[in-house]
């Protein structure tokens, strides 16, 4: 017998092994590998001043939803009506702008519109999460059935009160309202005026070219600084791992695993509701197709960003990495101009396959090849 | 050792016609391991399932430190100092050993911010005290070994204030030297004192290696109890096949 304890198996880990460990490494790689592939191949296009801002545009549009999904996940939920929700609810606001209030409660302001389409959002994901945890059913069958309803309602109302799916011409609301402007408008003008002041930023005129980015910019921002903090920080966090990974064993442990997964359906469809909001006062307009196919594009950047389809291990810092390397191939071709844009399809599928056997492999690593 | 921490007396229970316990007494003391031992359907799970609130019996009750309580819910028994250590073990895989410790009762300040190095520490030293030193309390539990599991899952009930620990089987799944692993937690356990430790195991070796006193069921009945000098080695053999003679079965096994 040697003197060797159980624990002497294990070894200790360098900082090196421990960051080779983390969720998001895999996601981390793939990022800076598009990166430096989309700046070759651009010549540097897709980084320069309205590069920068469209690329974020759509990387943080993508990063706010698959937040919300990857949170879901995590608990080992899925919501397939992400998008059907964006679309419901930016048919709410424009209506409600266009329309005035229900009820005849008479003008709305966006913010009431926000609001009260709000209301309605989390409501309906108090509902999905109610029917999923009361029935047992899976998320996955009870939220593709609200795909259908959500997208079906949204075209309804918009023939019944509007007779058209889709709404246009409604005023800028940034200029008056400052709910609208924090929505819509432009955020972090500093760091162009710092660019153009350092000699970069400046169009064929010599003035400043571009001024801010989307303001989405900073929702994304915020909402990702919080899901990472509730995750690795709160009680709450510990209560999502501990749902995801074993809800019986989580719950003889006290934890309230129905609560927590119905909370985190009203989340996803308060990031819809957000995502919709940015969409609408950024452009004052709404369509009835809006958000088609975002619940799939979320899942796929929640799995590339290193959380598991089976629930229990994820990271939000992994989130963010799939938001920008997802978001980058899906602008691609608008710098690289003899690329096919479906080629964006082609990557994401790719990147999606790779980005599940690679988190199999964390997993088996992490749980010991079990 | 003069008044048990927890007294049974004529515990019954009946599921519809059938009779699971009948008028069953058990008695545990603070610093003993008592092993609850019996074949498959002799009724152990539904005497844990009861002591640890799962169940409510039909008839009979439960003393805790002679006060008289029956547990309406596992809250309630946990509540009153029953810890039971499933042989599910209750602990996530993917989450640290930390995150496993507190599960559910998180140490947490404004807005529920947990503690994490105080829970990292508290974690680790009290693992630390039933025997495992394990380094880092942030790894996965999924890394640990089955007898390193069980051991996280007892040194949590203990932290979190079980006087009476409940082990179903913990022995069961593991390999030979896990299953050494197990019984010197055990043993650590029960040096502390205040802690008295019903052990149910199918192993008549592992029992006779650190139980202090004994309690047989069989088909939902006690049919011998009593401390270690009271039951001879050859009876634990005899009374583990629910009362028949080896050498009957010998014979059984024999006409066959």
Sequence with gaps: MSDRSEADRLKRETLFERLVRRPEIGSFIVMIFIIAALTLASDGRAFNALGTKNNIAIIAQFGIIATGAALLMIAGEFDLSIGSMIGFAGMSMAMMLKWGLPFGLGEATPFSAFIITLAMTLTLGWIIGTIVVRSGLSSFIVTLGFLFFLRGTTEVSFRLINQSTQISGLPDYKETSWFADIMGGEVFGWFYDLWFALGGNINRKGDQWVTGFDARFMWWIILSLLAYYVLSRTQLGNWIYATGDNKDSARANGVPVNKVKIGLFMFTAFCATLFAACQVFDTNTSDAAKGNLKELEAIAIAVVGGTLMTGGFGSAIGVVFGAVTVGLVANAVFFIPWIDGSWFRVFVGTVLLAAVFANERIRKRITGGI | ?256
């Excluded at chain 2, 609130?53 to 029956?70: A, F, L, R, S, W």
């Excluded at chain 2, 006779?208 to 006690?222: E, H, I, P, S, W």
């Excluded at chain 2, 629910?242 to 066959?256: F, I, P, S, T």
């Design chain 2, 1 to 256: 050792m003069t008044q048990p921490y927890m007294r049974v007396e004529k515990l019954v229970k009946k599921f519809g016609p059938f009779t699971a316990l009948n008028e069953v007494d058990l008695e545990v003391y603070p610093g003993e391991v008592h092993a609850l031992l019996g074949d498959n359907g002799a009724g152990k799970s539904t005497l844990i399932k009861i002591l640890s609130g799962v169940h409510q019996q039909t008839k009979g009750d439960i003393y805790i430190e002679g006060k008289k309580q029956n547990f309406r819910s596992p809250r309630e028994a946990s509540a009153a100092g029953i810890g039971t250590v499933y042989q599910d073990l209750a602990i996530n895989q993917l989450m640290s050993v930390t995150r496993n410790f507190f599960m559910g009762r998180e140490m947490t300040t404004m807005f529920g911010h947990m503690k994490m190095d105080e829970m990292n520490q508290i974690a680790h030293d009290e693992m630390l005290k039933i025997g495992i030193d394990f380094s880092d309390p942030t790894q996965a539990v999924g890394t640990m070994s089955g007898g390193q599991r069980q051991t996280l899952a007892i040194a949590r009930a203990i932290y979190f204030g079980a006087k009476v620990l409940i082990l179903d089987e913990p022995t069961s799944a593991l390999g030979q030297k896990q299953q050494m692993e197990v019984l010197k937690t055990i043993k650590r356990v029960r040096s502390r004192g205040d802690i008295a430790i019903i052990f149910i195991t199918h192993n008549e070796i592992h029992s006779k290696l650190v139980a202090d006193r004994y309690t047989f069921l069989a088909l939902g009945q006690v049919i011998g109890s009593g401390s270690k000098a009271e039951i001879e080695s050859q009876d634990i053999r005899r009374l583990m096949a629910g009362g028949a003679e080896m050498k009957d079965l010998e014979q059984e096994l024999a006409n066959l």
